[in-house]
Structures are given as structure tokens and as C-alpha cells.
């Protein structure tokens, strides 16, 4: 009996051990995927937009586009990443997770992000923003807000200024859409409240690689011929050149009218 009662708590001693044994594996914790954020939608190719993953219990992160071919990824910390492009482009990216076990999350999430290239570009496109085309919401998502928003009543049009930059827009007040677009040497300036505000020199290049402040009306002259139209300003040596081939007016100062030769570009504008 004695030893009868020895082997039952044996077993029972056993069979505890084998439980206990069971229930002392390490469980991993769920894997839960909140969301992912950008630091901006858009932006230009010389600059990067970081991606945050808002998420815990992953063991690895797949990250894919639509444009796979142009837009890139690149990891700088735990669940940031870069992403970065060398030519204009516009798409989504889509983030994936998995867990230890090599699992998929349930949902991917997607986030759309552009980039864009400096200066004019074909198609009526300066700094990204396309005459005719793009809102004004547009502007602010990849220059921020502008220095200067002026209008006048009765005016179907309103100017938003960028000195720091070189550059203005033209807006349509009914519909936000850009219909014209200048760009400044630091002869010009934006008149405020604390003051006149000069434009820097538009550091980027116009069309066949001129540049503001620098080129000369010869080389615009010998590559485009004579212009459509001439004009001056009232009471001014601004001379104004229109080409409708290029949808623009470029401005020089000058004694005369004719008078390009030697002389300097000033602004450019397109609409």
C-alpha cells in the first residue's frame, strides 16, 4: 500500500512537472499595425520624405510602390525609412509587415508621395507646379505658405509671393487653379506692411538652361528668333519680349526697346 501510494504521487509530481513544462513557453506578443505616417506628401528630388511605421510586434517590413523603378526606400532607424526619387514621380507606396513566425499583417497600408525637379520643365512646369492644371493647395505642399497673398476687389485674380525663393503665382480666385507664373532676379521686390522684401536671383534654370541674372537676351535671341511681341513699362527702361512657342514673357532693361543686345535677363514668366 505504502509503495502504491509513493507511485501515485510520482505520477502526479510527473504529470505537474509536464504541465508546468507546457505552460512556460515564451509567448510572443500580438503583432498590431496602427497606421504609417510621412512627414510631408510631396516634395522635390533633391529632398527625401521620411515614413514612420506606427506599429509593434513585427519582425520585418516590406515596403513596395507602384513605381517601384523610380521611387526608393532606404531604413534609417526602427520604423523610419527614407524615401527618396532622381526623376519627377508620382505614386504609392504600400507597407507590409510580418511577425516572427513569417506571417503577414491582415492589412497593408499605402501613402501617396511625389517628387518633383527644380526650375522649368516641359509641359508648362515650374518647381512641380503645372500651369492651367494644378490648385494652389498644391503650391503650400511643396513651398510651404507664401510670404505675401495680394489681391484687389473686383480682381478675378489673387499673387502669392515667394521672395525667398524667386518665384510667384498667379491664382484664379474662383477655381484655385495657376494660371501664370514668374520668375525674379533680386532687382524685384514684394511690397508688405514691414516693408519692401527683395526676391533673390531664381536659382534654378529656365528654358535650354538660361538663367535669371546671368544669361543674356543674345542667347535667347539667337536660339528663339525674334519675339511675337514687344512692350515697356510705363516710365521704365523694362523692356518685355513675349514667345509664344514657350507660353512666356522674358524682361530686360534697356535704353530701347530693341536694344537686347548684351543685356541681361531679368524675369521670366510663363502662363
Known amino acids: 500500500m505504502k509503495k502504491l501510494k509513493l507511485l501515485a504521487a510520482w505520477l502526479v509530481a510527473v504529470l505537474v512537472f509536464a504541465s ?5 513557453g515564451e509567448e510572443l506578443d500580438p503583432m498590431i499595425f496602427s497606421g504609417i505616417e510621412v ?20 519582425s520585418d517590413v516590406e515596403i513596395t510602390s507602384n513605381k517601384s523603378s523610380q521611387i526608393k526606400f532606404e531604413r534609417i532607424a526602427n520604423g523610419r525609412y527614407e524615401i527618396s526619387a532622381d526623376e519627377s514621380v508620382y505614386g504609392k507606396v504600400y507597407v507590409a509587415l510580418k511577425d516572427a513566425e513569417g506571417n503577414y499583417s491582415d492589412d ?32 503650400t505642399k511643396l513651398l510651404g505658405e507664401p510670404l ?10 489673387e499673387f502669392w509671393s515667394y521672395p525667398s525663393k524667386g518665384i510667384s503665382f498667379g491664382v484664379v480666385k474662383s ?25 533673390i536671383d531664381y536659382p534654378y534654370d529656365l528654358p535650354h538652361g538660361w538663367r535669371v541674372n546671368s544669361s543674356t537676351m543674345n542667347s ?17 527702361t523694362l523692356r518685355s519680349y513675349r514667345y509664344d512657342s514657350l507660353n512666356s514673357w522674358v524682361r530686360f532693361y534697356s535704353d530701347t526697346e530693341d536694344g537686347y543686345f ?8 510663363m502662363y
Do not use: R
Open 220 to 236: 535667347v535671341i539667337d536660339e528663339l528668333g525674334q519675339p511675337n511681341s514687344k512692350s515697356s513699362t510705363e516710365g521704365s
Open 20 to 24: 508546468c513544462s507546457e505552460d512556460s
Open 148 to 157: 505675401l497673398v495680394s489681391a484687389t476687389d473686383g480682381n478675378p485674380y
Open 175 to 199: 477655381t484655385d487653379v495657376v494660371f501664370y507664373i514668374s520668375l525674379y532676379s533680386s532687382n524685384y521686390y514684394v511690397i508688405t506692411e514691414n516693408g519692401n522684401v527683395p526676391y
Open 108 to 139: 497593408v497600408k499605402t501613402v501617396n508621395v511625389g517628387f518633383y525637379k527644380h526650375g522649368v520643365q516641359d509641359g508648362k512646369v515650374i518647381e512641380g507646379i503645372k500651369i492651367d492644371v494644378d490648385k494652389a493647395e498644391k503650391i
Open 262 to 269: 548684351g543685356k541681361i535677363i531679368k524675369s521670366w514668366s
Open 39 to 58: 512627414s510631408k506628401e510631396m516634395t522635390f528630388t533633391d529632398e527625401t520624405i521620411e515614413l514612420t511605421i506606427d506599429a509593434s510586434g513585427y
